[in-house]
């Protein structure tokens, strides 16, 4: 089973940029569609983006789509969220995630295997 460390968030203006980053520990990486995720205060979790184990495929949430973009580097045991044109509404802790299975689509957050710590992202107006 693989451990997952988030990094890069911050506090940043609207319109801006942030890239964060989520290390994997472990060989076994590429097994694994990576995915993020994120909280803001008083809502509930919801699915940002996912991407495949092999990176070829990638989905992600309505609003962020043509502004987030999800990426991996399977030599680096690493996958990344590119943030730009940033909106005060994208405030929240960001959790990276990790399982095994993907079958396209939305991903659901029950049941998925790893869990990362999470990294707060403010955007300030």
């Known amino acids: 089973q693989v451990q997952l460390v988030e990094s890069g968030g911050g506090l940043v203006q609207a319109g801006g940029s942030l890239r964060l980053s989520c290390a994997a520990s472990?060989?076994?990486?590429?097994?694994?569609?990576m995915g993020w995720f994120r909280q803001a205060p008083g809502k509930e979790r919801e699915f940002v983006a996912v991407?495949?184990?092999?990176?070829?495929?990638?989905y992600y949430l309505d609003s962020v789509k043509g502004r987030f973009t999800i990426s991996r580097d399977n030599a680096k045991n690493t996958v990344y969220l590119k943030m730009n044109s940033l909106k005060p509404e994208d405030t929240a802790v960001y959790y990276c995630?990790?399982?095994?299975?993907?079958?396209?689509?939305?991903?659901?957050?029950?049941?998925?295997?790893?869990w990362g710590q999470g990294t707060l992202v403010t955007i300030s107006s």
């Open positions: 995630a990790a399982d095994k299975v993907w079958y396209g689509g939305q991903w659901s957050d029950r049941n998925l295997e790893v």
């Open positions: 991407i495949s184990r092999s990176g070829g495929m990638t």
């Open positions: 472990g060989r076994t990486f590429s097994n694994y569609a």
